[in-house]
């Protein structure tokens, strides 16, 4: 029986605990508490963000991928403290130390320092200097010390202390060993290191000073730098940081001494005792300034540090999404043009379907300079394969590309563009396993040349082949917790995939694995499928994949397109869980389903009258049945389209053309915390500081700008030594 009642006690202990985490989601993210009961449920079934997202917005009320993201994010973070909290708790009850009053304040911390700093002083620690005077037999006397009611001097008490035996040869090193015994004691104290850690957050500051003024370094504005604590911004805590791991740096965190020492004092001495006063001030200053005040700056500069990196993560992601998110420029058949110097410009021409018609090498640049040569060249491939974009990549000897480009564009008659395309990570791809497997008789440079062609035409296809952290669209993304950085890049990608959806008949494995529900294992054996067996003409086909079991199908059939198979719902987004709601509804308002293989049923919309009622009738919820009606409307819709459309270009700018006042049309390449650098087509994008963007105050150029966004700037000024160019988004000033 009483194994039984601590069973239930447990049980109910552990459901108050379940409701109090999602009590807490809820305030967080001002959601209703029913949307997170429902949306915890479905993550503990196992369902993917994507798939909840996209077909079960009736379960959680609409929530969007973002919101979800940020519940599953605190879900796990609260649901660890708890474990930490259990854990804690039943180290400390093993010791025979746990209190009631101690337990209440473990359970009712709400972060994890907060956790730490209550079990401090029940943790195995190393050998300290207070463990070694605890060994000597010291602790009477610190106890002595620390009541402050002895009548005689401490040296006398302190006598009786002397022993060969456990080497505590003086009265003085009696005391010593006594005193470091208290400032542990001061220091482990829970309520004392909160305090401190707060008002030094709050009146603290941050200083940094060069190792070597006369260095010039990218650092020089942090060479005598002060700011305090609770402005620091983001992205200077990680300048600093790098330059302190570079040796250029030198940093601390200055707190108010004086006023934390006084505090302590009122706390530590609470009797005015002329035997022990003058230990105690000695013993609070050395517990401060050896014991708490270089853990308490650790600890500020670690959560300055994540709170850097979760900025700085979350500007990654936006930027990663917007640059998968880009328009495929589709039906061209592309040059790719991977520049270069000594070793020549690599160029691949790539059909429609992104597959490689040729590769040659062209030396247009210094040393060669073989321009006509190359010009010819790339004439003739214009001719014979019908090229009609060239997609130019933006690294070195990009410029002298471009020019070579501009001038041959002019002496043809074919109607052919160039753009210019952000390169980063082509070098990573064309050197990886991946790019070995998919062009084994090629080079690096070929590789590379035909990663960048194909770039232009599906951004999304071709990006999703390189690791998202090489992809260059963050800040500092080298200094950060590579862990935390790489999940949140990878549910950025997991994200656009699934928005956009796939091919199942020609989608590579790098873009079936982000698919819901689709692992790396199942997505290489859905290519082995393929490949024995032709071509998927139906979703169901997809059970019969090694692996692929029906949760995985559950998860991941929405988001696979069949463009011309059985059943002219498998290239739609409807779920195959819906397909005969869609049935009962097309032949409800008089369609078939050659009508949506035909794309017919435009104005399907206008038919359905009453969706509460026709969702009812059906046997799904309206939200549902408003998402089928719009996706058989428009099947396989590309959230694509509406991002905005590539500058193409047929002439080149050079920096030395830019005058101040000249307004351009320009591409935001990259967004950080204080600005956005956008590129005008002159090789060295411009600065917009955040200041520049926009009439109206805001926070984070985010507010105003993203990746890809074609935007209208005026050069503010010009620094053709520095290669700086200063913009502005502010037409009127």
Known sequence: MCRLANFRQRTHRNEVKHLDILKKISEELSIKLSQVEATVKLIDEGNTIPFIARYRKEVTGSLNDEVLRNLDERLKYLRNLEERKETVIASIEEQGKLTEELKKEIEAAETMVAVEDLYRPYKQKRRTRAVVAKEKGLEPLATIIMLQMTDEPLEKTAESYISEEKDVKTVEEAIAGASDIIAEVISDEADYRKYIRELTIKEGTLTSTAKDEEAKTVYEMYYNFEEPVAKMAGHRVLAINRGENEKVLTVKIVAPE????????????????????????AVIDDSYKRLIAPAIEREIRSELTEKAEDGAIKVFGKNLEQLLMQPPIANQVVLGWDPAFRTGCKLAVVDATGKVLDTIVVYPTEPQKKIKEAKDTVKKLIKKYGITLISLGNGTA?????????????????????????????????????????????????????????????????????????????????????????????????????????????ASASLLEYISGVSKVIAKNIITYREENGKFTNR???????????????????????????????????????????????????????????????????????????????????ITLRDIVKELEKPARDPRDEMPKPILRTDVLEMKDLTPGMILKGTVRNVIDFGAFVDIGVHQDGLVHVSQMTERYIKHPLEAVSVGDIVEVKVMSVDLEKKRIQLTMKMNG
């Open 258 to 281: 004086e006023r934390i020492i006084n505090y302590l004092k009122k706390k530590v001495i609470v009797k005015d005792n002329k035997y022990t006063n003058d230990v105690l001030a």
């Open 398 to 506: 990009s410029r002298e590309s471009e020019q070579v480009i501009v001038e041959m564009l002019k002496e043809i008659d074919e109607n052919v563009a160039y753009i210019i395309t952000n390169e980063a990570g082509a070098s990573v791809y064309s050197a990886s396993k991946l790019a070995t497997e998919e062009f084994p008789n090629f080079d690096v440079g070929q590789r590379s040349a035909a990663s960048i062609a194909r770039r232009v035409q599906d951004p999304l296809a071709e990006l999703v082949k390189i690791d998202p952290k090489s992809i260059g669209v963050g800040q500092y993304q080298h200094d950060m917790n590579q862990k935390k950085l790489g999940e949140a890049l990878e549910n950025v990608v997991e994200d656009c995939v699934n928005k956009v959806g796939v091919d199942l008949n020609t």
């Open 540 to 622: 169901k086909q997809l059970l019969k994949v090694a692996k692929l079991g029906p949760k995985a199908y559950e998860q991941c059939a929405g988001f696979m397109r069949i463009s011309d198979g059985d059943n002219p719902l498998d290239k739609t987004s409807v779920h195959p869980e819906s397909y005969e709601a869609a049935e009962k509804l097309l032949k409800k308002v008089g369609f078939k389903m050659e009508d949506l293989r035909e794309g017919k049923l435009i104005g399907l919309s206008l038919l359905v009258k009453n969706y509460e009622v026709i969702a009812k009738e059906l046997g799904v919820g309206e």
